[in-house]
């Protein structure tokens, strides 16, 4: 048997997103739901005159409304006490005798605990979820309750979780709670990475089963009361009795300017095509788009460049916005990640999915507008394929009431997904389609082919992340970060001022 007390290691080669669960792994309100569903139980056993075991809130709060949705708790633990009671209405008064009536009451002494006694944040958790970020992780939180983003931002760490999938959102959307693993799956979704390249981080039975029948590639479980063999019973492959046993690795990238000449050996004797990124690759980031301009030197670099390879721009931009920015008519385009094309010639290639969902990215577009416009700093920029929501000037306690409305948005358009990039939102069609496949798309579209063309990609954001995948064994990733992060990408640049150096560097070889 594994000891519990041996690290856990997580790499970016392995996993591309932890998932953590938020009572009892994040926050220490665990305890204050134990204790207001304890003061429930027995109010209502006391109400009713019943002779039943009372709620025991360790064994009983583990076996039957942990990691559950409220209403359901209610019913697991009545039920183990042979109590039957209709449903009910979630607008059921806390007084009246429903399993939706006692859940509402529960919530009411929850709500009042925690204003009482503020919420407690497990320290080690927090720097762990700052350790992932920071190694290029993507990071969700999960909840059955609808309290999720009350108690996160009440303790001041919403900003640290790229996704919450909550209560709120799992009943707009349908989902099952746990064991189910639809609420985990969900978080996968939205944070567009497969189950088997995720992590799973739980403390709750319920959820560590759900870990397991969702096919996660990693169920961690956290034992913080001394279940630790229920825990590995129920679907953990491993267990931890305290977050700082899971170490997150870092591996190192060679830079692409000390290894300038490897590269141009790999070229040898094959059609070298470069596809760039544009914002954050070949312009820094900045707090608007519209001032995200290319600068003289770097066009000049681009110009010599385009002479001796086929070099191709590939955007999330609108295809005509990219080209009027960098304004080089000897280069290929790729607007919207691919769905549009231009070529020196003029002639243009559209992705045909990507024109049957206009109609639904106008309606969500008018949504967002509406939504958002109480919002400071917030910029929703219409592209022809795709809607970013920017929130990169949006003060800190605002971020989650951006998150909000797109969440909402995005639930309500089954054929529109929303995907996520350094302080931005995407809701784009929902279609199998990432910057890896547009490249490959775009590589076909020109006609570039076979093992005589060798595709070399430079790009900044985790978007970019597909099309490094996509090139292993093919072609030559080389990521642009100045903080650094794991990356499927073969070599490093640290900012657009290198990346100019390379360029103009591979141009004169």
């Known amino acids: 048997m594994t000891s519990a007390r041996e690290p856990v290691h997580i790499s970016r080669s392995r996993y591309d997103a932890v998932i953590f669960d938020m009572d009892g792994v994040i926050t220490r309100t665990a305890r204050v739901h134990a204790a207001a569903w304890k003061a429930l139980f027995d109010e209502y056993r006391e109400q009713t005159g019943g002779n039943w075991t009372p709620f025991d809130p360790q064994d009983d709060y583990l076996q039957y409304v942990d990691g559950k949705p409220r209403y359901d708790g209610v019913r697991s633990f009545l039920e183990s006490r042979n109590i039957q009671l209709p449903h009910g209405s979630p607008d059921d008064a806390p007084d009246q005798e429903t399993v939706c009536g006692l859940g509402n009451r529960k919530n009411r002494l929850f709500r009042d605990m925690l204003t009482q006694k503020g919420v407690e944040v497990y320290e080690l958790g927090v720097e762990l979820v700052k350790k992932l970020k920071q190694a290029g992780f993507r990071t969700a939180v999960i909840s059955a309750s609808k309290n999720c983003r009350f108690v996160l931002k009440a303790a001041g760490i919403e900003h640290l979780f790229h996704e919450r999938v909550d209560g709120v959102l799992s009943e707009e959307l349908g989902l099952k709670g746990k064991p189910d693993p639809d609420i985990f799956l969900e978080a996968a979704r939205r944070l567009s990475t497969a189950p088997g390249r995720s992590v799973v981080v739980e403390d709750a039975l319920a959820g560590t089963r759900a870990g397991q029948s969702g096919h996660f590639g990693l169920v961690i479980g956290v034992d913080r009361s001394d279940h630790a063999r229920e825990l590995r019973k129920s679907g953990a492959d491993r267990v931890v009795s305290d977050l700082s046993e899971i170490r997150v690795e870092m591996p190192q990238l060679p830079p692409a300017l000390d290894h300038l000449h490897e590269i141009a050996d790999q070229a040898k004797d094959k059609a070298l095509t470069v596809f760039l990124d544009y914002d954050g690759t070949l312009t820094p980031i900045v707090s608007s788009p519209d001032q995200a301009v290319l600068s003289p030197s770097m066009r000049d670099t681009l110009t010599r460049l385009a002479w001796r390879f086929t070099v191709a721009v590939i955007s999330g931009r609108d295809l005509q916005d990219v080209r ?141 992340e597909d099309a490094f995948q996509a090139l292993q064994g093919r072609g030559i990733g080389i990521v642009v970060m100045e903080t650094l992060r794991p990356s499927r990408a073969q070599y490093r640049l640290k900012n657009p001022g290198e990346v100019e150096t390379f360029l103009d560097r591979l141009a004169s070889i």
Do not use: C
């Open 324 to 464: 009027e920015k960098v304004g080089i008519d000897n280069l290929f385009y790729a607007g919207s990640h691919g769905f549009d094309i231009m070529g020196p010639g003029g002639g243009q290639e559209t992705f045909q999915q990507g024109q049957e969902s206009l109609p639904k990215l106008d309606e969500a577009e008018s949504r967002l507008r509406q939504g958002l416009a109480d919002i400071p700093g917030v910029l929703v920029e219409r592209k022809k394929f795709s809607i970013a929501v920017h929130y990169r000037n949006v003060s800190e306690d605002r971020v989650g009431d951006v998150t909000a409305v797109v969440d909402r948005v995005d639930s309500q358009f089954s054929d529109l997904r929303r995907s996520s990039g350094k302080k931005v939102y995407e809701i784009q069609p929902d279609m199998d389609w990432d910057k890896g496949k547009a490249l490959f798309w775009v590589l076909d579209a020109l006609e570039l082919k076979g093992p005589g063309v060798l595709p070399l990609y430079l790009g900044d954001d985790t978007t970019d």
